[in-house]
């Protein structure tokens, strides 16, 4: 695997979290990795990748390898390895005792999904967004697109033909991995930009404002 530059990582849009160190997880298909080589894909924090893999391995994603007799630097020595076979798409989202963490999984998953896959329909959408932990239904779905739609995020390829035939939608506002929010107010919240796009409205500026960081790795 090729090494990225320190200035490509800095003006990386990924987040700074656990979905792009899964990512380089699992392209080891299943051998043994190090922190150091996860941190040279990534320049990420290696204490939050530390507090990561200690998470997966508490439930169960991922085994540690002891180093062997002899072994001098300690993080360069020590391997772990992910346990499923075949690996899940989504980073497992766990909190610090290893168990799942299922709130804004599903808007989370449906967000990255269509950055994946571009064009989808609601069915879609449910199906790739659904993993053990976290379901997402047709309804929630179609809700999620409506919204999007509405924001100016997607854009209608294919119209519906009910009963039978969802649309199909094209994103066209891929701002970033953070998934739009869709607020009491009824106006979708853009993490990324963190502009507001009233529904059929025209956006609205919040980078004054200090927003809340999310400490979940």
């Known amino acids: 695997m ?30 043994p990795f190090t922190i150091t080589e ?15 893999l200690k998470s997966l391995i ?9 180093p062997e007799d002899g072994a001098i630097r300690e993080d360069a020595a020590i391997k772990f390895r992910i346990i499923p076979d075949p690996a899940p798409y989504h980073a497992p989202r766990l909190n610090r005792d290893g ?20 064009q989808f329909s609601p069915r879609d959408l449910a199906a790739h967004a659904t993993t053990d932990i976290v379901s997402v239904t047709d309804t929630t ?3 999620y697109c409506t919204k999007l739609l509405k924001a ?13 035939k969802q649309a199909v939608y094209r994103l066209i506002r891929n701002t970033g991995p953070k998934p739009p929010m869709i ?17 059929g409205g025209q956006s609205v500026s919040y980078t004054h404002l200090t927003l809340p960081t999310n400490r979940e790795v």
Do not use: C
């Not at 799942?100 to 896959?117: A, D, K």
């Open 2 to 31: 090729s090494r990225i530059s320190a200035t490509d990582a800095a003006a990386s849009r990924e987040p700074q979290g656990r979905q792009p160190l899964w990512d380089e997880m699992v392209k080891f298909n299943g051998a």
């Open 183 to 199: 607020q009491r107010t009824q106006q979708v919240f853009d993490p990324n930009t963190h502009k507001a796009y009233p529904v």
């Open 58 to 66: 508490l439930g169960n994603y991922v085994e540690r390898i002891e």
């Open 99 to 118: 168990q799942p963490v299922t709130q804004g999984g599903g808007v989370e998953n449906m967000w990255r999904t269509m950055r994946m896959i571009g």
């Open 152 to 164: 100016g995020f997607l854009k209608v390829v294919s119209k519906a033909k009910p009963p039978t």
């Open 141 to 143: 779905a179609k809700a």
């Open 38 to 52: 996860i941190f040279d894909q990534t320049y990420i924090n290696r204490h939050t990748i530390r507090s990561y």
